[in-house]
C-alpha cells in the first residue's frame, strides 16, 4: 500500500472519528437534558465525573500502551504474536479495575447513600465494563491497522445510541434505580461495542472474498483468539519491550499530568477531544506505517520520508490555526459563553480567567497532540526510554510547579502548570522533529510560521473583539451580546478569509485529503 493511498485513508480517519465525536457530543447534550428533568444534578455529576474518570483511566492504562506498540512497524510482522501481546490488556484491564475499585471504594470519599444510592454498584459495574471492551481490543486494534472506516463509525454509533435509547428507557420507568442505570447502560454500550466487532470480523472473514483477495492476515476467526505454541514465542518480544516503553509513559501521562482534563471539562475540553483527538489517533497510524520505526530518516523510504514531511507540515499548520483561533476569540468570549450557560453565578466569578487561561492551554494541546503524534510513530525503543525518563524528571518539577502556583492563584495556577509542561513536552518533541529531518530537504517545521499578514489578521481580531467585550458584555442587554457576537463573526470571517488567501498549501491538503469521497469506496 502506497503513501499516498495510507494518507487518504488516515484523512477519511480522522473525518469520521470527527463526524462521531459531533454524534455523541449531540447525543450526550439531549440526552443530559432529558435525564435532569428525572434524577438529581448529584447523580448525573457521580457519572459524568467519577464513575467515567474510573472506566476512562482503566481502559488507558490498559490499553494504550499495547495500542502505540502494536499499531508501529511494517506490515511484515506475526500477527498471531501481535494478538496475542494484545490479549494481555484483558488480564491488566482487570488487575487495574480491582485496584482502582478499591481506590474509588476506600479511599475516596463514597457519596450519600441518601443522595446518591447503588454508588458500589456503579463502581463495579463501571469496571466490569473497561474489563468487557478490553476483549474486542484485539479486533479494535486490527481494524485501525487495515483502516476500516465504516465498521468503526457503525460499531459506535450503534453502540452509542442504543446506550441511549436503553438510558432514557431505564430512567423513565425505573427512575428509583439512580446510578444503576448509567451502570448497566455503560455495559451493555461496551457489549454491543464489542459484539459489533466481532460479528463483522466473523462475516468477512467466512466470505470467499476475503481468501481470495487476502484482505487479513487471518484467515479464520478462531486466529483472533490466543494462540499457545511450543515453536515460536508466545509474544514478539520487540514488540513487547516497545509497549513497555509505552507503557511507563502513558501511565506518567495520566496520572501527572492529564488531570486537567478532569477539572476543566466542563469549561473547555469540548473542542479540544472534538477536533485534535480524532485527527492525532488516525495520523498516528499514518506516520506508523509509513516510517519504519527502528530504522534511521536516512535509509526511510524517500517518497514515504517526503510524504511525512509534508503531512507533518499541514498537520502543524492545521493545529497552529485552529488553537490560535480558540485562543484569539476565547479570550474575548468566556465571559459570554459562561453568561449564556449559567447566568451571572459563572460569569461574574472566577469562571471566565479560568476558561480564558484554558483557551491558551488548548493552543499548546493543539501543537503537542500533533508533534507527539509524529514523534512516537517515528521514535526507536531507546528513544522512547530515554524521553520517559525526561518525562520522569519533568513530573516532579510539573508536581512542585503545580503545588506553587495552585497556592499563588488557585485553579487557574494548576493549568498554568500544565502550561508549562505541555511547552516542555512540545519542545521535546520539535527537537527530535529538527534531527530526524536536519539531513534532509524536508523543513515540517515551517508549519509553525505564520505569514506576516495572517499574524496581522489575528491580533487585529483579538483587539476588536476585546474592544467589544469591554464596550457591550455582558450585562447590558441582549441587543449588546448580539451585537458583541456580531463582532465577533465578522473578525472570524475576517481571520478565515485572509487565512484561505494566505495559507494555500494548507487549503490544498484539506481539500484534497479530506474532501475526496471517492476514498470512501475503498474502505470496507
Request: aromatic share 14%; charged share 15%; net charge positive.
Amino acid at each position: 500500500m502506497g503513501s499516498q493511498e495510507v494518507l487518504g485513508q488516515a484523512a477519511r480517519l480522522a473525518s469520521s472519528g470527527l463526524l462521531l465525536q459531533v454524534l455523541f457530543r449531540v447525543i450526550t447534550f439531549f440526552l443530559n437534558a432529558f435525564i435532569l428533568r428525572f434524577l438529581s444534578k448529584e447523580i448525573v455529576g457521580i457519572v459524568n465525573v467519577r464513575l467515567t474518570l474510573l472506566y476512562s483511566t482503566i481502559t488507558f492504562l490498559a490499553r494504550e500502551a499495547f495500542r502505540r506498540a502494536c499499531l508501529s512497524g511494517s506490515a511484515q510482522r506475526d500477527w498471531s504474536q501481535t494478538l496475542n501481546l494484545l490479549w494481555l490488556t484483558v488480564p491488566l484491564g482487570v488487575f487495574w479495575s480491582l485496584f482502582l475499585g478499591w481506590v474509588w471504594l476506600q479511599l475516596l470519599e463514597v457519596p450519600n447513600p441518601d443522595v446518591v444510592p447503588h454508588y458500589g454498584t456503579g463502581v463495579v459495574l463501571f469496571g466490569l465494563s473497561a474489563v468487557v471492551e478490553l476483549l474486542g481490543e484485539p479486533f479494535w486494534v486490527l481494524a485501525q491497522a487495515h483502516i476500516f472506516v465504516r465498521l468503526k463509525v457503525i460499531a459506535e454509533s450503534l453502540s452509542v445510541i442504543l446506550r441511549s435509547v436503553l438510558t432514557a428507557f431505564l430512567v423513565l420507568w425505573l427512575p428509583h434505580w439512580g446510578l444503576c442505570i448509567f451502570s448497566l447502560a455503560q455495559l451493555f454500550y461496551t457489549s454491543v461495542l464489542v459484539l459489533s466487532y466481532v460479528v463483522y470480523f466473523t462475516k468477512l472473514l467466512s466470505s470467499p472474498e476475503s481468501t481470495k483477495q487476502h484482505i487479513l492476515p487471518v484467515s479464520r476467526i478462531t486466529d483472533l483468539l490466543p494462540n499457545f505454541t511450543r515453536s515460536r514465542d508466545f509474544v514478539n518480544w520487540k514488540e513487547a519491550k516497545l509497549t513497555w516503553s509505552f507503557f511507563k509513559q502513558s501511565f506518567l501521562k495520566q496520572i501527572l499530568t492529564e488531570g486537567v482534563y478532569d477539572i476543566v471539562n466542563n469549561l473547555g475540553s469540548l473542542v479540544a477531544r472534538l477536533i485534535f483527538q480524532p485527527i492525532e489517533e488516525s495520523f498516528y497510524v499514518f506516520f506508523a506505517k509509513v516510517l519504519e520505526r527502528e530504522k534511521d530518516a536516512t535509509l526511510q523510504r524517500q517518497e514515504d520520508f517526503a510524504v511525512a514531511a509534508a503531512v507533518l507540515e499541514s498537520l502543524l499548520k492545521l493545529a497552529l490555526l485552529a488553537g490560535l483561533t480558540i485562543t484569539v476569540f476565547g479570550f474575548a468570549y468566556s465571559q459570554l459563553a459562561l453568561d449564556i450557560y449559567g447566568g451571572a453565578m459563572l460569569s461574574s466569578g472566577s469562571g471566565p480567567v479560568l476558561l480564558r487561561t484554558y483557551c491558551l492551554y488548548v493552543l499548546l494541546l493543539a501543537i503537542n497532540g500533533v508533534t507527539e503524534c509524529f514523534t512516537f510513530a517515528a521514535m526507536s525503543k531507546k528513544e522512547v526510554d530515554r524521553y520517559n525518563f525526561t518525562m520522569l524528571a519533568l513530573s516532579f518539577s510539573f508536581l512542585a510547579l503545580s503545588y506553587l502556583l495552585t497556592r499563588w492563584c488557585g485553579s487557574v495556577g494548576f493549568i498554568l502548570a500544565n502550561c508549562f509542561n505541555m511547552g516542555i513536552r512540545i519542545t521535546q518533541s520539535l527537537c527530535f522533529i529538527y534531527h530526524y529531518y536536519q539531513g534532509s530537504p524536508h523543513r515540517p517545521l515551517a508549519g509553525l510560521y505564520l505569514s506576516p499578514v495572517l499574524l496581522g489578521a489575528f491580533v487585529l481580531s483579538g483587539v476588536i473583539t476585546g474592544v467589544s467585550e469591554v464596550f457591550l458584555c455582558c450585562d447590558q442587554g441582549w441587543p449588546a451580546r448580539l451585537a458583541h457576537i456580531t463582532v465577533g463573526a465578522f473578525s472570524l470571517g475576517l481571520t478565515i478569509g485572509t487565512a484561505f488567501v494566505t495559507e494555500s498549501k494548507l487549503i490544498h491538503f484539506l481539500r484534497t485529503q479530506f474532501g475526496v469521497s471517492k476514498l470512501a469506496d475503498k474502505m470496507t
